[in-house]
């Protein structure tokens, strides 16, 4: 995994912090705002920014970390500020560290083992998804990839045993509301050709 995003430069947050108790992250429709809504945030609370940047096609995402309240506090003022360009959120305490390591573009190997993927609408609702799977059961997030290039939709691979991806792909379906979810699939025993082609998604 060469990291979550397909443009040249960013193609992975730059988290910093590994101790910050939560993530909170906007997805707004519009670029400008987009920047607004980043500079609301941490004008609002002291949070880091890990993530400003446009998405295709054509929204923006502002990700960032601290504390649970100063979190929810910059979220509420970020919110506040997108107004009709909101498009999805999510905050997140005790983040899973297999997410991170995707955040961050830090990929795990795959193998032989049952492959579960999530895929969705936006960026938020793949991240939450991904983070309660993680959770969930004994997988490992091996790709993860988000809006660019893909319509603005988003996905992610995980890999376990195949109780346990199922357990996962249930988790994750749970926590996806709204018609954010496009759908999500099992591959028991993949083949080695497609194990490869993830390796390098």
């Known amino acids: 995994m060469i990291g979550p995003f397909l443009e040249r430069r960013g193609h992975a947050a730059q988290i910093r912090d590994d101790r910050a108790d939560a993530l909170g992250l906007l997805e707004v429709s519009s670029i400008a705002r987009g920047h607004v809504v980043a500079d609301t945030m941490v004008k609002r609370a002291p949070v880091e920014l890990v993530l400003v940047r446009p998405v295709s096609p054509g929204k923006h995402l502002t990700l960032v970390i601290g504390g649970v309240d100063e979190v929810k506090e910059a979220m509420a003022a970020g919110q506040a500020s997108a107004d009709e360009t909101f498009v999805d959120r ?82 994750a379906q749970a926590l996806i509301t709204g018609g954010l979810l496009v759908g999500t699939e099992l591959i028991a025993r993949p083949h080695e050709a497609l194990i490869a082609a993830l390796q390098l998604a």
Do not use: M, N
Request: aromatic letters at 4%.
């Open 90 to 171: 999510l905050e997140l305490a005790q983040v899973a560290p297999s997410l991170i390591a995707a955040l961050r573009g830090q990929g795990r190997a795959i193998d032989d083992r049952a492959i579960g993927l999530v895929e969705t609408f936006s960026v938020a609702a793949t991240l939450v998804s991904a983070d309660a799977a993680c959770k969930a059961a004994e997988v490992e997030l091996v790709a993860l990839r988000l809006a660019d290039g893909i319509g603005g939709k988003a996905y992610y691979a995980l890999q376990g045993g195949q109780a346990d991806v199922e357990a996962a792909l249930a988790a």
